[in-house]
């Protein structure tokens, strides 16, 4: 495995289960975000923060990685919805301190996360996927660590 695919998998388990305990400290930041029409608002708020803990947690470790991976795969398809209520509503754009073209900038950003975490899960990959995730994980970070 590369040195740089090793530090991305440490940087983004990192910043999965730094953003999984947030859920539990700070869980009206994510409820800001949660759309009217899931039930339950608090439990999907905890729900989603342990399989953030524990897909970054697992994503550390050889044994457990793919496993971690696809946890934060299905993590990022479930919590979609919360970036399109996001940008539809503006009560959580004003509650967000965010734009609507914020909103709208931050929603594609799931591709990439949802790219590196497959390519973490693969021991073996072609060479262009290695260079194809190398090449997004900087931005992706960039963004999440200044937003």
Known sequence: MSLFKRISIFVLSGMYV???IKHFTSPQYFLNITP?????KLFAVYFT???EVLGGFFLLFNKTRKFGAYTLIFLLI????ANIYLYISEAAQDLMGISKTQALVRMPFQIPLIILAYWHSKENHPKWMAYFSSAVFIPTIIYFATT
Do not use: A, D, T
């Not at 009217?36 to 339950?40: A, D, R, S, T, V």
């Open 36 to 40: 009217p029409q899931i039930p339950y």
């Open 49 to 51: 923060g342990l399989l």
């Open 18 to 20: 730094y953003i999984g």
């Open 78 to 81: 479930i919590v979609f919805p």
